[in-house]
């Protein structure tokens, strides 16, 4: 029976009449990400690079989340070939890659992504989710219809190169990391200072001037409100680890005892 696959990241951006707002799947459960794929966001990230999410932990989530209306976008670890590959297979038709710094990268990263004879992914859409078991018809000839791929500028060699980066061919959308950067500027932990905030805005000046979406990380409100004021395209504002470590801190405050001596005898 054919099988018609989702709207890609890509698409849901450019249909959009508002920015998108996402947050994080990094706990690796699969019950929080039903619960969050329910929350009526429109964007979910499930992230490889710094959770204990492996490739079955991914498919299982990219499963769950498949039942919901938001778009899932899955960060992989790395630019790595074979990890991007076997996502891809897995069914995610959605990429973020982290740490990309410069045009070049940009280029293996898109040819990661495609097929030959434009890229080197291996074929195997008769075994895998990406092409449901070759019930989606031509998947393999269309199947840049059916990934979308955003790569991450997170340091300030990448954001040197925000033009050029965005204006490769294959590359849907710029994603900024303000963490990162603000350690490549050597301000460690500080994702408001002025340089960092001012580096993320000229990413948005060259991602838009090269004609391609492009989104922040910010958890402060104030700070993603801020971002979306000067042209943010998709924000995450929030995870669903932070959420239960702020969530549960903020019970311990309220029912504690504040004296840590009668804390200490619960």
Known sequence: MPL????????????ASRPLA???????STLAAEICAGAGLDWLLIDMEHSPLGLESVLAQLQIVAAYPPTPVVRVASDDAVNIKQ???LGAQNLLVPMVSSAAQAEEVVRAVRYPPRGIRGVGS????????????????????????FVQIENAAGA????????VDGVDGIFVGPSDLAASLGVLGQQTHPDVVATVLS?????????????VNAFDPAQAQSYLDRGADFVLVGADVALLARGSEALAARYLPADPEVSESY
């Not at 018609?4 to 249909?15: C, I, K, Q, S, Y």
């Open 126 to 149: 008769a075994l895998a989710r990406s092409a449901r078991w070759n019930r989606v018809p031509d998947y393999l000839g269309n199947a840049d219809e059916h990934v979308s791929l």
């Open 22 to 28: 996402g947050m994080w799947l990094c706990s690796g």
């Open 160 to 167: 040197d190169k925000a033009a050029e980066i965005a204006s």
């Open 4 to 15: 018609h696959l989702n709207p890609t990241f890509r698409e849901r951006l450019a249909g």
């Open 203 to 215: 990413v948005f000046a060259a991602v838009h001037a090269a004609g391609k979406p492009v989104g």
């Open 87 to 89: 996502v891809l297979d």
